[in-house]
């Protein structure tokens, strides 16, 4: 037993006398934030928090320690073990950066002299870095500032124990240490060692290495659209530069400090500076800025991000060891801003790695990662926590242990499950937060509509789900209920639903009782936009069957990237008519009837009532899937370097007429491209084949996705025929569809003086549908995406030519995005 104390003691020595700590100000007694701080020779380094302190763990005796802050003088400090347990304090200086004589001619404009050769030298430069293994650290922290107490009659009140009088504080904060292995440009392997998220003793952080690689010797820096780096090959097409002077760095080597400025307010270039050293002309650090419209990220106001690299005279490489990305967002008053550091060290630079070093496993979390303890985060975080964070782990510590109570539970439950009037209509929900199940109940205000087979339509829903939120399972039990005023006839379908586990995702589900379709099942018009359609102009587009059902569904992912799904039904189908006449309007014209095939005859219907039984299996492939694996399931990640194909097959029998009964082969592949900074090009093919179809029912025909309406909702139209009759083309045959969209991101339309004001996207579009006995008909599109007001971004302008054996029309698609979110 002593021996073992006296381990424990000496081992605590050495942690303890192995640590430096203390504080970076300037010479005014100010606190420097992100001060780059490392061992002089190696790759131990940190960097200071928001109050310029910090921590490092050193592993000489008596090390030299480098302090760089880009516009100050470096400091370099030899420590000696008396000093391991001081708290050091070290100013640095402003750095008094020299400004060469500049001749104003812009064709010598010095600057543009250093970035040329930056880039000349990038791959040698990236190249030094290629293969890597590393410690790395992060930290995220995200803060709301006053949060308003309503937004449109909806309370805010979820944070409300966490906010300040102010309603501002920290919503999330989250700590990762984990080890990396690297290959460029993207290959990567972390496994988490620890994990800490503030107020889920059992939470694991999102943070992760391979989601903020952002690389400057690479072309483009991944956000939500690629960013332009300033020393991409192409950059001189975005980027203005101004020399700004020279100062010598701790290495004595000459570093150029560049302004970089972009040449058009609105594509994806950053602003700010960059840092490259003489000779080399390896970045040395950079410090740049850009705006969320930029990025085509209208929520973000400012994003910036920060790096420092250091230099280690043995191996001559100049490597990045830290890096900050500083956010400002907000929308519909909510205000949000945050940060995130990582730190990289201990590298370990590979000429190679073993082929087998990297899978499809990006991510992958060490048992017991989220039970460390804090003696444990003491000696391994190398940015100290700011007086802020650590009161929010305090605090939310006490909180958790709080909300895990029955009697806390039940005390928010009774505030929510107050019951008003108008959730007879708007709905309602009642939980039981501490046996982690909830009744919902869907009022029948929003989802009211029109349809000239069931007059207004109104349902209402009901379900149970119990929930384990720490495995991300659940069970759901529901029905609905449909009635039709015109109609005069009510209808209810009632579900059952089953996630077993978050690893493979396997799913069940049952379905069962009497409901109204649209023959083509991919729905191709909303309820929303057939209701206004119909009320306004007397366009019923909407064709509508019955169908009495039960069916059975099961899914899982059988091995990474390949998921099957089976599914049986047998159903009882029946026709309907049109039962009113009702509009909004005056008008002379008719309603078309109900059957598709014969738009102008009310008395025929486009089939027989029939029963039947139809099977199908699906297979989906995504090809080069990556994953992250964490305690509480398995997270895919879709490689766009591959397409995805689907392949299915579905047979139907016990028909009450065998002439219903049919074989369906069919396959899709779907493809997005993302084309540099030009764009994305997005791919869908599709092909099928019936057999022994030649008189099943309409209902199991192969329908297209027309549109009638000329309004669009989704967000590209690949899966869509923008002028298209609903049913003209429907087969039993064999068929095919290619859909191609390309999206500018901006890229040609931030170039056009005016146009470039609308910050919109150029959009353009081919689409082509081939069945037997009819020829190929094709569309051309070239639209405006991304248009709207300030950061709301919702609609969508095309002109669409079609053609079938010549011309065939034209026609403006109005895109309503936002008619999603009311259906």
């Known amino acids: 037993m002593k021996n073992i104390f006296a381990l424990a003691l000496l081992l605590f020595s050495i942690v303890t006398f192995s640590q430096i700590k203390g504080t970076v100000t300037d010479d005014k007694g100010i606190p420097l934030p992100f001060v780059n701080i490392f061992e002089e020779n190696t790759y131990n380094g940190t960097t200071t928090n928001d109050k310029g302190k910090f921590i490092l763990n050193v592993k000489s005796e008596n090390p030299t320690i480098i302090f760089q802050y880009l516009g100050y003088k470096t400091e370099k400090k030899s420590i000696t073990k008396n000093q391991f347990a001081e708290s050091l304090s070290i100013m640095l200086v402003e750095e008094n950066i020299t400004l060469k004589e500049v001749v104003i001619n812009p064709k010598d404009n010095p600057a543009n002299e250093i970035i040329r050769n930056a880039i000349k030298n990038k791959k040698e430069n990236s190249e030094k870095t290629a293969r890597f293994k590393a410690d790395f650290y992060s930290r995220g922290i995200i803060r709301l500032k006053d949060l308003p107490k309503t937004i449109m009659g909806q309370k805010l009140d979820m944070f409300d124990e966490i906010l300040d009088s102010t309603r501002s504080g920290i919503i999330y904060l989250s700590e990762t240490v984990s080890k990396i292995t690297f290959q460029k440009p993207d290959k990567m392997k972390e496994i988490i060692v620890a994990s800490k998220v503030s107020g889920r003793d059992n939470g694991f952080s999102f943070n992760n290495a391979a989601s903020v690689n952002f690389d400057f010797y690479e072309n483009y820096l991944p956000f939500e659209i690629n960013v332009v780096s300033p020393i991409a090959d192409n950059a001189f097409n975005y980027y203005k530069y101004k020399f700004e002077g020279s100062f010598f760095n701790e290495n004595r080597q000459q570093t150029n400090k560049i302004k970089v400025i972009p040449r058009r307010d609105n594509e994806p270039a950053m602003e700010g500076y960059v840092y490259i050293v003489d000779d080399s002309y390896a970045i040395y650090a950079t410090d740049l800025s850009i705006r969320g419209n930029q990025m085509q990220s209208p929520a973000i106001d400012k994003l910036t991000l920060k790096q420092s690299f250091s230099y280690n005279s043995i191996n001559k490489i100049w490597v990045k060891n830290t890096q900050t990305l500083d956010f400002i967002a907000g929308m519909l008053s909510i205000k949000v801003n945050g940060r995130?550091?990582?730190?990289?060290?201990?590298?370990?630079?590979e000429k190679q790695f073993e082929k087998k070093t990297f899978t499809n496993e990006i991510l992958s979390f060490q048992e017991n990662a989220n039970k460390k303890e804090d003696a444990f985060w003491n000696t391994i975080r190398p940015v100290p926590l700011t007086?802020?964070?650590?009161?929010?782990?305090?605090?939310?510590?006490?909180?958790?242990?709080?909300?895990k109570s029955k009697t806390y539970l039940d005390s928010i439950d009774a505030k929510h499950n107050k019951f008003k009037v108008m959730d007879i209509l708007n709905g309602y929900s009642y939980k039981n937060s501490f046996k982690k199940w909830s009744i919902d109940y869907d009022g029948p205000l929003l989802s009211t509509s029109f349809n000239t087979v069931q007059g207004w339509r109104i349902n209402a829903g009901l379900s149970y789900t119990k929930r384990d939120e720490d495995k991300r399972t659940y069970t759901r039990i529901g029905s609905k209920v449909d009635y039709g005023f015109s109609e005069e006839k009510i209808r209810a379908t009632a579900n059952y639903t089953h996630k077993f586990n978050n690893t493979n995702n396997s799913v069940l589900s049952f379905n069962g009782g009497s409901s109204v379709n649209q023959f083509n099942p991919g729905n191709p018009i909303s309820n929303i936009v057939n209701s206004v359609s119909t009320l306004f102009f007397k366009n019923n587009f909407m064709k509508l069957y019955e169908k009495n059902f039960v069916s059975g569904f099961f899914g899982r992912e059988i091995v990474n990237g390949f998921t099957m799904n089976l599914n049986a039904e047998y159903s009882e189908r029946r026709p309907l008519y049109n039962t009113t006449d009702h509009s909004l309007i005056k008008s002379d014209d008719l309603y078309t009837s109900n059957n598709p095939l014969s738009p102008n005859d009310?008395?025929?219907?486009?089939i027989s009532k029939h029963n039947l039984v139809k099977t199908n299996i699906g297979m989906r492939f995504n090809f080069g899937q990556k994953y992250i694996t964490r305690p509480d399931g398995k997270y895919n990640i879709p490689n766009d370097d591959y397409p995805a194909l689907t392949l299915g097959y579905e047979k139907t029998f016990a028909a009450t007429d065998k002439n219903y009964e049919?074989?369906?082969i069919a396959a899709r592949v779907n493809y997005d491209l993302t084309l540099g900074n030009k764009g994305t090009l997005q791919m869908v093919f599709k092909a099928g084949k019936f057999f022994n179809a030649d008189n099943i029912s309409f209902v199991d025909y192969k329908h297209f996705n027309g549109n009638q309406t000329h309004i669009g909702q989704a967000d590209s139209y690949t899966n869509v025929f923008n002028l298209l009759p609903y049913y003209t083309a429907s087969t039993n045959d064999s068929y095919s569809e290619t859909h191609i969209e390309h999206n500018d991101k901006g890229y040609f339309m931030n170039k056009i003086p005016l146009l470039k004001l609308?910050?919109?996207?150029?959009?353009?579009?081919?689409?082509?549908?081939?069945?037997?006995?009819?020829?190929?008909?094709?569309?051309?599109?070239?639209?405006l995406d991304n248009l709207g007001f300030g950061k709301f971004r919702f609609f969508r302008v095309d002109y669409v030519r079609s053609y079938q054996n010549g011309y065939q029309g034209?026609?403006?698609?109005?895109?309503?995005?936002?008619?999603?979110i009311l259906e």
């Open 340 to 349: 995130f550091t990582y730190v990289y060290s201990n590298f370990e630079f």
């Open 387 to 403: 007086e802020e964070e650590t009161t929010d782990y305090q605090k939310k510590d006490i909180l958790q242990t709080k909300k």
């Open 602 to 606: 009310e008395t025929s219907a486009a």
């Open 662 to 664: 049919y074989d369906l």
């Open 758 to 783: 609308l910050q919109s996207q150029l959009v353009l579009g081919f689409h082509n549908l081939a069945v037997p006995d009819r020829k190929p008909y094709q569309e051309f599109c070239v639209g």
């Open 810 to 820: 034209d026609g403006v698609v109005f895109g309503l995005k936002f008619l999603n």
